[in-house]
């Protein structure tokens, strides 16, 4: 099994994305983390402070799924912290079936 994570602008942000990777990553799934060319990697400092980045409702809904802040931190900061895969989403098939 494992969870291949295509890192966009957006993707952090995302309530059920965040619940997807914090399970995989305290399921011992694997992880892939895939770079796009719209991912920045966030300043440590933004993981520590997750309560501005999801919705109280959101952060409702995560920890009736057993999720909260500090295990999505704990999460995101060892899918993001490590090595990514790098695909071009605009670039040729060809480079792009090689990352697959």
């Not at 997750?50 to 899918?79: H, K």
Request: net charge negative.
């Amino acid at each position: 099994h494992a969870l291949v994570v295509l890192l966009t602008s957006r993707v952090l942000t995302r309530m059920w994305c965040a619940g997807e990777i914090t399970t995989a990553v305290f399921h011992k799934i694997f992880v892939a983390p895939v770079n796009t060319e719209t991912f920045v990697e966030p300043p440590r400092s933004w993981f520590d402070s997750l309560e501005d980045v999801f919705s109280e409702p959101e952060r409702v809904t995560l920890e009736e799924c057993g999720i909260n802040l500090p295990l999505i931190r704990q999460a995101y900061l060892q899918v993001c912290m490590g090595d990514y895969w790098e695909f071009d989403r605009l670039g040729p098939v060809e480079e792009q079936e090689g990352v697959a």
